[in-house]
Structures are given as C-alpha cells and as structure tokens.
C-alpha cells in the first residue's frame, strides 16, 4: 500500500515563501508522474502543478511563475516551492499521482496567506 504524506504548510503573510514536501512509502517516484493539488472552501480540488518522472513539469496557469515543483527520487520525495503567496493560494494542499489515484490521497497539508 502506497502512503504520500505531505507536510510544509503553514500561515504566511502575501508576498512570503512556503515550501511543500511530500514523502512517498514505496519505489513510485521513479516511475509515475506526480502531482500538487489543492482545495480551498466550496471550491473543488484542482491540479496546481505536475512533474513526470523524466523531469518535465506543467502549471496552472493561476501558479505560472511562483510555484516551482521538483523530485528527488532517491529520496522519494517531490517539493512545492511556492513564492510570491497570495490569498486566494490559501488552501489544504495534496499530492497524488498524476492521474490520480482515489486510494492514495492524503491528509494534505494547510495552507493559509493572510496578514
């Protein structure tokens, strides 16, 4: 059984950094394409940014330019660097695969941007 288990959130002010983790039990990272998702209130959940196991990446266009994502393999983990934090970023953040799969999402991890 594949367990993800993202942490890095927090309360940040508008403009600040916050750095998303997400650590995977099992050898999947080095085969599957990977994915950051997140769900703010009423809203639904929504593909923030992707990276295939070869490195290529792709954004939401709401991201473009202040969210980076990358892998470590070795380490089975893949990161959210995300800089230039807004409001409207403020969300419970996931990862999954990309497609994802329903029995492997998370407790996902909070992210607030508020002064």
């Known amino acids: 059984q594949v367990q993800l288990v993202e942490s890095g959130g927090g309360l940040v002010q508008p403009g600040g950094s916050l750095r998303l983790s997400c650590a995977a039990s099992?050898?999947?990272?080095?085969?599957?394409?990977v994915g950051w998702y997140r769900q703010a209130p009423g809203n639904q959940r929504e593909l923030v940014a992707a990276i295939t196991s070869g490195g290529t990446t792709n954004y939401a266009d709401s991201v473009k330019g202040r969210f980076t994502i990358s892998r470590d393999n070795a380490k089975g983990t893949v990161y959210l660097q995300m800089n230039s934090l807004k409001p409207e970023d403020t969300a419970v953040y996931y990862c999954?695969?990309?497609?994802?799969?329903?029995?492997?999402w998370g407790r996902g991890t909070q992210v607030t941007v508020s002064y």
């Open positions: 999954n695969l990309q497609p994802p799969v329903r029995g492997y």
């Open positions: 099992g050898s999947i990272y080095g085969i599957y394409a």
